[in-house]
């Protein structure tokens, strides 16, 4: 059992981020024991699990209907979720990788000559 900083220190976040989830509903928030808020390993595994899914793109509202199909075992909607979030980061790659070519490419006409404008800002003044 530990207190909320230390809860969040194995999370990887800090107090106010737990504070905010448990507002959220994504946590529990545990009565009082002698005036101070016990936190044990189920929540440290909540904390990880929200962190976890933040990092795959998983928006809070997303997370909180992953945490309860988690407790129904609804795993077509699961993965329902995890399809559209991996068409979305499949459309997120496909952007970035445009801008990279973009890119290369502005920086690569830029090296060419040292006449006129830069390339590469003057592309950025257009836009």
């Given amino acids: 059992m530990t207190t909320i900083g230390g809860l969040a220190a194995a999370g990887g976040v ?24 016990r936190y044990g390993g189920e929540d440290v595994r909540r ?9 795959a793109g998983f928006s809070l509202d997303e997370i909180a209907e992953l945490i309860a199909l988690d407790a129904g075992r609804d795993r ?22 445009a801008a990279r070519s973009a890119l290369e490419k502005l920086a690569h006409e830029c090296a060419a000559s040292a006449e006129g404008p830069c390339p590469i800002i003057a592309a950025f003044e257009a836009a």
């Fill in 14 to 37: 800090g107090v106010e981020t737990v504070r905010y989830y448990q507002r959220r509903g994504l946590m529990e928030t545990p009565q009082r024991n002698g005036g101070v808020r």
């Fill in 47 to 55: 904390l990880r699990f929200i962190r976890q899914a933040q990092a």
């Fill in 76 to 97: 077509p909607r699961a993965r329902d979720l995890a399809r559209a979030r991996i068409a979305a980061l499949d459309t997120k790659i496909a952007e970035l990788t």
